[in-house]
Every structure is written in structure tokens, then in C-alpha cells.
């Protein structure tokens, strides 16, 4: 099946979703934040979608940006077509000698159409709860339980997600609809809505999906066709149209480039504000 579709080139007179003036002021607020709520010294946000969704090149992305040169701490296969994340793997940001920025990601085995492959619904409701080990590796033929290795029996509020963020591609979009994985990923969503964890998603991509954006990313957030596929991604999960966010992942580009950094820091500066919500609510 293909990956690509047929992108109008349609650009609206004004931007459906305006980012800073400033290109340093989600950057700064990004840099800044630090949970009020004692409880957690970091905030924790998951990750999670189909194999090959970008989940692990976001946070190379967010790990570039911070640091200032292209980094691939989270490795990424573009060949098997299989999850190349088998650990619930924790990601912390350097700030530092011995300093971390105040939120971390948790990066998790992707979802499969196969019924015995991928990460499992169960496991990733466990996870959300705290109780998943960071390094797990996750078996996709049985669930973890209480009692194994990797399971957590007492959580603390820093083990367990303050965000769930759905990634999906952005070119996928128009061919997902019978794909067994989005029930997966609903399902999770629930799950997350039922504990009151807030949720957002990426669309990640978004050069394949529109070549016209991709002679300028800058006008990704003009385009209708995109708009078209954060309308369709929110009728598929539910996410509300307001909390989906275009994003262009860093690849084998040699620098950070500062148009990409806008469309990558208003997606994580909502993950951080939405989870700061979250741990103030508590």
C-alpha cells in the first residue's frame, strides 16, 4: 500500500494554528520549566503509535534543538518495517554537568496490525500507571504482571505519565482507517481519559505528505490539505483538532535548522503545559 497521497497545493490567506513571533520564546519556556508540584522532579511524557511513526526521531528532534548540534541518542531503523524500540526507554536531556531539563520521554515499543507483534495494549495501560520498569523489553505474546521482572509493584508520581501523545505520519492519514492499530491506539486513549492523563498527538512527516510544504516548512500550518488530515486524525481518535500538531523530524540534515525548531518546540512546550496541569490537579 502506498504512503503517499495526492497533497493540494491550496494555502489558506492565514495560518489555522499561529506559532510565536519570537522563534526563542517556546525554546526559553522549554528550558525554564520546572514542575510545581514537589512530588515529581520530572515531568514524563510517552510516546506512542505504529512502527515507523517518527515516536523515536521527535525525540532526537527535541534532543537536537536542546542541544544545539544533531544528536540520534534514540535509534531509528527506516528498513525492517518492524518496531525497532523493544525497551520502555527513558530519555532525560542534558543541561548540564549533572543536570537534566525538567521532563523526560518515555519511548515504547511500536504498535503492529499483526495480532502477535507490537507492544500490547495491556502493557502500555500498565506503563501509564507507573508500573513498567524503565528498560522493560517487552514481549508481544505475553502481558507483564505483577511479580515479573520489570513490574513495578509501588509507583511513585514521577514513574507514572503525566502525558500520553499519540504520533502518527502525517501521509498516513488517509489510509489508517481499517488498520487495526488505530482500535489499539483508542483503546489506549480511553485508558489514559479514564485515569485523567492528558493527551495530545503529532503528525509527524508532514514533507511527504504535502510536497509543497516541503519547499517550505514554514507554511505548514497554511496548508488545507494538512488541516484536512488533522481533521480526519481527530475523527479517528477523538483528539480534539486544538491539541494535534504538525511536526518535521530531524533526519540525516548535518545542522539544526531554525525553521523546522518552531513546528517541533509548540508541540512540546503543549506536552509540558498540558502535564503541568495535570501534576497541579493532583
Not at 49 to 58: D, E, I, L, N, R
Not at 156 to 183: M, Q, R, Y
Amino acid at each position: 500500500m502506498s504512503t503517499y497521497v495526492i497533497c493540494s497545493s491550496v494555502f489558506l490567506s492565514q495560518p489555522w494554528r499561529a506559532l510565536p513571533k519570537d522563534k526563542q520564546e517556546d525554546l526559553t519556556f522549554v528550558k525554564n520549566y520546572q514542575p510545581r508540584n514537589k512530588g515529581a522532579n520530572h515531568l514524563r511524557i510517552l510516546l506512542y503509535g505504529p512502527v515507523g511513526a517518527g515516536k523515536s526521531s521527535f525525540i532526537n528532534s527535541v534532543d537536537s534543538i536542546l542541544q544545539g548540534r544533531i544528536t540520534g541518542r534514540a535509534e531509528t531503523d527506516a528498513i525492517s518495517g518492524n518496531s525497532f524500540t523493544k525497551n520502555y526507554t527513558i530519555y532525560k536531556f542534558d543541561k548540564g554537568p549533572d543536570d537534566y531539563y525538567n521532563f523526560v520521554f518515555n519511548d515504547i515499543m511500536g504498535f503492529e496490525n499483526n495480532a502477535n507483534t507490537g507492544v500490547l495494549v495491556e502493557d502500555i495501560k500498565l506503563a501509564l500507571k507507573g508500573h513498567v520498569e524503565d528498560d522493560y523489553k517487552f514481549s508481544p505474546s505475553q502481558k507483564l504482571k505483577e511479580g515479573d521482572g520489570g513490574y513495578r509493584s509501588s509507583p511513585t508520581l514521577g514513574d507514572k505519565v503525566h502525558v500520553l501523545v499519540s504520533v502518527i505520519p502525517a501521509n498516513k492519514v488517509p489510509l489508517i482507517k481499517e488498520d487495526k492499530f488505530v482500535e489499539k491506539m483508542r483503546e489506549v486513549r480511553l485508558a489514559a481519559s479514564d485515569m485523567g492523563i492528558p493527551q495530545l498527538a503529532i503528525l509527524t512527516k508532514v514533507d511527504e505528505a504535502c510536497p509543497e510544504t516541503r519547499k517550505n516548512i514554514t507554511n505548514a500550518y497554511y496548508s488545507k490539505y494538512l488541516k484536512e488530515q488533522v481533521d480526519t486524525f481527530s475523527l479517528l481518535l477523538g483528539i480534539p483538532q486544538s491539541s494535534i500538531f504538525l511536526v518535521k523530524n530531524y533526519g540525516p540534515d548535518p545542522i539544526v535548522d531554525d525553521d523546522k525548531n518552531p513546528l517541533i518546540l509548540s508541540a512540546l512546550r503543549q506536552m509540558i503545559t498540558f502535564g503541568e496541569d495535570f501534576l497541579n490537579h493532583l
